[in-house]
């Protein structure tokens, strides 16, 4: 039977990110996907101009619906925007006991659009990391997270460890945004291991929403019984290979 996941994310007009790249990633990975909106965005591949975030209360009635109806594997998050939606999130998240939970977070876009208010970030990690099989942040995310720059594979390591003392299970930090060919960082409280890979070259329908490609990728590999290296490794070469 086929797996079911879920991505709780913003909505991308251009879907090269958030909800249209998680479900084309599901899709393509044989899992079925569904979705919950928490976020309305403007945007193209150049930028996101504008955002709406939806009630928190719709965004717990679409988890909810889907939670008592299908046979959720696996979640995944995105753009959350505020602490509304965090603390619905989060909520429903437990009251289903859905699980693996992927968090991706999300928090500027390279434009520098906001999709986490500064304000609320707090409440992703007090409500969400304890929660989480694997957070999945970009460099910048790691910085903001860890209170730390980051400019080598060793800080990658320091704010990879500050961030497990957070809660989640495991972190895997995107290590594309330095310098040279993409080292990703997977720390799970024991050990680091390093996922090597290679620089893909901008395409005109993919130049943004690598990042949530992986965490989706991870999502639907932890789905079909993998376990958290074996997911962050086949994700790796999923984004890779697309």
């Known amino acids: ?44 591949t150049r930028e ?8 928190s209360k ?41 699980s693996p939970l992927v968090i991706d977070p999300v928090m500027i876009s390279k434009s520098g659009h906001h999709l986490l208010l500064p304000e609320a970030r707090q409440s992703l990690i007090d409500r969400l ?11 910048e995310e790691a910085q903001v997270l860890a209170a730390m720059s980051i400019n080598k594979t060793e800080d990658m390591e320091k704010a990879a460890t500050i961030i497990k003392k957070m809660g989640p299970q495991t972190v895997i930090i995107k290590g594309g945004h330095l310098p040279g060919e993409p080292v990703d960082l997977l720390y799970d409280g024991a050990e680091f291991l390093y996922l090597e890979g290679r620089r893909i070259p901008a395409k005109e329908n993919k130049i943004h929403g690598l990042g949530c490609t992986l965490s989706a990728a991870i999502t639907a590999f932890l789905a079909l019984g993998m376990n958290i290296r074996e997911a962050a490794k086949s994700g790796k070469q999923y984004v890779e290979d697309s």
Do not use: H, R, W
Not at 129 to 139: D, E, M, R, Y
């Open 1 to 44: 039977m086929m797996k079911k996941v879920m991505t709780i994310a913003g909505s991308d007009s251009a879907c090269g990110a958030g909800i249209q790249s998680d479900l084309k990633t599901f899709a393509s990975l044989g899992v079925y996907g569904t979705s919950a909106i928490t976020a309305i965005t403007a945007q193209n």
């Open 129 to 139: 990391f304890p929660l989480a099989t694997t957070v999945t942040p970009n460099i």
């Open 48 to 55: 996101v101009s504008g955002s709406f975030p939806l009630p």
């Open 58 to 98: 719709i965004v717990a009635d679409q988890i909810k619906a889907i939670a008592v109806d299908i046979q959720i594997s696996g979640v995944k998050t995105g753009m959350l925007y505020n602490q509304e939606i965090i603390e619905a999130v989060s909520e429903q998240i437990q009251e289903s006991g859905i």
